[in-house]
């Protein structure tokens, strides 16, 4: 085989490989929202005991129904910490990494995975509105 042959097969592999690679990079995450993402959550499973007057409110101060009773916390501080998921009440309660016996929803079925991982991924974003 010559040398002029053996150059278009390297030079024409080495183009299928750099087009390959191209649909390679990963996709950037979707910026979540509250408004968009966060809050239908919290309504379908945590507004029912965090709202105004109801058991869960009563016990630790947390209202969940608005962005701003949300991020201001309870009377024992924030439960949210933008960007940091790992120090937020609100993502240790959900996901079972403080005291199991305070996860939340409590009494009921844990949330999702799916859920959890995307309230985790709206604090570590920056816990956003809108």
């Not at 040398?3 to 592999?13: D, E, F, L, Y």
């Not at 439960?79 to 005291?99: K, M």
Request: hydrophobic content about 35%; aromatic content about 6%.
């Amino acid at each position: 085989m010559s040398t002029r042959i053996k150059h278009t097969i390297i030079a024409t592999a080495g183009l299928f490989v750099a087009f390959g690679l191209t649909g390679c990079e990963k996709e950037a995450p979707k910026t979540l929202t509250y408004q968009a993402d966060i809050k239908s959550i919290l309504d379908q499973h945590c507004v029912e005991c965090h709202k105004e007057g109801a058991e869960g409110t009563q016990k630790s101060g947390l209202l969940l129904d608005t962005y701003a009773a949300t991020m201001r916390g309870t009377r024992f501080g924030p439960v949210v910490i933008p960007g940091q998921s790992i120090n937020s009440t609100l993502y240790r309660l959900i996901s079972g990494q403080a005291d199991p016996s305070l996860r939340m929803p409590h009494d009921k079925a844990p949330l999702p995975d799916e859920t959890i991982n995307k309230i985790k991924d709206w604090i570590d974003q920056g816990a956003k509105e809108q």
